[in-house]
Each structure stands twice: as structure tokens, then as C-alpha cells.
Nanobody, 119 residues
């Protein structure tokens, strides 16, 4: 079982930036791909980005390509999501999870971190 704690969200104007962090514990963090997901009000949770165990491979959903960057620090058991050029449609609660492809592994999600982008 892995314990996930997301942080770094907030309120930002359109065009602004935020950097989200995810602290993971309970497993050998460096052995697994990690991903970010988000859930907007009234919508299902959706995949945003993933990064391989080494950090050498990344993948993004089309709506965030060129604006978001996922990274990780295996020494600190952390994964990050740098979000630039934010849009109101990026407003959501953001979560991290271990992934296989774009599918989350763990059913027990963290509390997430709220990102609100004002127009």
C-alpha cells in the first residue's frame, strides 16, 4: 500500500503558473511509474500526465501538452507537476497515483490539491 500526499494548489489567474508536489511513501517509489490526474466539478477523474520510474519517459494528455511538465525526484520520493499558461478549464482537484500506462494502480487516493484558475 502506498500513501500519497499532494500539495501546491491554489488560486491563480489565467496565464499563471503553479507547481504541484506529490509525496509518496510505503513502497519503493523509484521502481514505479507515477501519474497525475484531475477531477473537475461534476466530471469524472481524468488522466493528465505520467512519468516513468527513471524519469526518462513522459506522456501528457493532449489538453496540457506544451503547458505542463511532470518530473520526479526519486531520492526525495516526490513527483511534481509544473503547470504554466493555466486556463480556467484546468480548474480541478489534482491527484497523484502510481500508474500502469494511464491507469491508476491504487484505489485509495490522497486528499488531492485544489487548483482554481480565474478568468
Amino acid at each position: 500500500q502506498v500513501h500519497l500526499v499532494e500539495s501546491g494548489g491554489g488560486l491563480v489567474q489565467a496565464g499563471g503558473s503553479l507547481r504541484l508536489s506529490c509525496a509518496a511513501s510505503g513502497r519503493t517509489f523509484s521502481s514505479y511509474s507515477m501519474g497525475w490526474f484531475r477531477q473537475a466539478p461534476g466530471k469524472e477523474r481524468e488522466f493528465v500526465a505520467r512519468i516513468s520510474w527513471s524519469g526518462g519517459s513522459t506522456y501528457y494528455t493532449d489538453s496540457v501538452k506544451g503547458r505542463f511538465t511532470i518530473s520526479r525526484d526519486n531520492a526525495r520520493n516526490q513527483v511534481y507537476l509544473q503547470m504554466n499558461s493555466l486556463k480556467p478549464e484546468d480548474t480541478a482537484v489534482y491527484y497523484c497515483n502510481e500508474v500502469v500506462g494511464s491507469v491508476p494502480v491504487w484505489g485509495d487516493w490522497g486528499q488531492g490539491t485544489q487548483v482554481t484558475v480565474s478568468s
